[in-house]
């Protein structure tokens, strides 16, 4: 790098913690404005958390379009349009109306203590910031040549060093700054892309076909196993807490649906980079397409913003998913745990902050033992998902199940995700290589169905 582009990242990096302290004293001092920034996110910063909070693996979308072209497209995009417009409509604007601060209080609420504790140790891990960590020390190994280690414990630092006092409010203010960031990264590596290799148009020409497959090479039931993993938008924690933290209903469900445009936006900016790098690096390690892309095409200082665009998509998920994990470790498992009274939980900054060091120390662990961001997503939504997912749609239901039945829906779909996806990468052609993620949620709705099916069977013996 440029000593102009080193000193562009520089500035960014004190420019964004100093955006992250400003006004943080208050926050600190107050519990509501500590998690939810008082419960008064607006239109234009809901939308500017949300956006930014979802792209933060984009060294992964980089690799897969390079590897794979369209496909990306049809695993992380597509369905996840989908699932977040359901959920903008039918579940958005209900979490805003309750006074729960997150999802293990729903599990809590509808299925007693232990329901909750187990739903937040898993929440702990599906929001782990491991798979984003690793994108930002990737980059920062690439970029400055910090040693793996190193560059893992130095993004984590300087990503979550904000929130220690600002909580969710400092997450906000950076991540307007951050949306803006991004965005303009990306639309200037087009710029420069377009006129030195052409149009996108005459890219797709020079593109193998099996880019240009929608499956892009892989099996269907590959590409329907993604779909599925999309479904994690109903439990993922950072919908539920920016919802929770909007200031009206129509907020958040406003908030979500102009938030699938830029998604939309921000999707195709990143999907024809990708196919910009395949034709012009063709012996380029996928997973740094983007960073080489730019210092193939980029002038300093120009080449600066746009390293300083993919640290800022990086760094807006680290901090959002950070803070969730702090806050579901700190109040959701060790809170609800210290209090004898089953409807009260320790809402104290001083237990987030606990959680904050005890995740950052779990999410670099996770990173460095799995050294891949498309392996981290997958691994977790397929175990992980289809034990969240049943009884978390349950719990906005009239539908009456026992505690007892509600903790078996959480536990058993995800033990069994868990033993086929080990037998799967121990057994050569183990059942003929069935995904984890579909034995994991055939058993949530078995279950499911078992139960209520008796429960009815109970009330017509009881009616006779």
């Known amino acids: 790098m440029h000593i102009l582009d080193f000193s562009i990242v520089l500035i960014y990096f004190i420019f964004v913690v100093a955006v992250g302290f400003y006004r943080s004293k208050s926050a600190s001092e107050n519990s509501n404005n500590y998690i939810l920034a008082g ?27 390079f590897n794979f072209g369209i496909q990306t497209w049809f695993i992380f995009g597509l369905p996840y349009y989908f699932f977040a417009i359901l959920f903008a409509i039918f579940i958005a604007p209900r979490i805003r109306k309750l006074n729960f601060l997150s999802i293990p209080d729903h599990f809590h609420n509808r299925f007693g203590k232990t329901a909750g504790v187990i739903s937040a140790v898993f929440l702990l891990f599906l929001a782990s910031p491991a798979p984003y960590i690793l994108s930002i020390g990737i980059l920062l190994e690439y970029t400055v040549g910090i040693p793996f280690l190193w560059a893992l414990i130095v993004a984590t630092i300087f990503s979550l060093i904000y929130i220690w006092k600002g909580g969710f409010g400092a997450i906000v203010r950076t991540d307007v700054l951050q949306f803006i ?15 030195k290799i052409g149009s996108p ?19 269907v039931q590959y590409i329907f196993v993604w779909f599925f993993i999309a479904m994690w938008t109903f439990i993922d924690p950072g919908f539920y807490q920016r919802c929770a933290a909007a200031k009206s209903p129509k907020t958040a469900q406003k908030g979500i649906l102009i938030s699938v445009i830029f998604w939309f936006i921000f999707d195709s900016f990143t999907l024809t980079s990708g196919l910009y790098a395949r034709v012009l690096l063709t012996n380029q390690q996928g997973l740094f397409a983007f960073p080489a892309l730019g210092q193939a095409l980029l002038p300093p200082v120009f080449y600066g913003l746009f390293i300083t665009g993919l640290l800022a998509t990086i760094m807006s998920t680290i901090d959002s998913l950070g803070f969730i994990s702090a806050f579901t470790f700190g109040r959701d498992i060790i809170g609800r745990i210290k209090r004898n009274n089953k409807n009260e939980i320790d809402n104290s900054a001083s237990l987030i902050r ?78 003929l290589k069935i ?30």
């Open 181 to 195: 960031l991004m965005f303009g990264g990306f639309i200037l590596l087009i710029i420069f892309a377009w006129i």
């Open 354 to 431: 606990l959680g904050l060091i005890v995740m950052a120390v779990i999410a670099i662990l996770l990173a460095y033992s799995f050294p891949s961001v498309v392996k981290l997503w997958y691994m977790m939504g397929s175990i992980l998902v289809p034990g969240l997912l049943i009884p978390f749609l349950v719990s906005f239901t009239k539908l009456k199940l026992k505690n007892w039945q509600g903790q078996i829906l959480l536990i058993i779909p995800v033990l069994i995700s868990i033993l086929w996806f080990i037998l799967n990468n121990t057994i050569s052609n183990f059942a």
């Open 201 to 219: 148009i005459e890219i797709v020409r020079q593109l193998p076909s099996e880019h240009l497959s929608p499956t892009g090479g892989n099996s």
């Open 39 to 65: 419960r008064k996110l607006s239109l234009p910063g809901f939308v500017a958390t949300l956006v930014t909070t979802w792209y933060g693996g984009i060294l992964g979308i980089g690799e897969n379009t």
């Open 435 to 464: 995904e984890p993620f579909y034995p994991g949620i055939f058993s949530s709705i078995f279950l499911f169905v078992f139960f209520i099916f008796a429960q009815n069977k109970k009330l017509e013996k009881e009616n006779i």
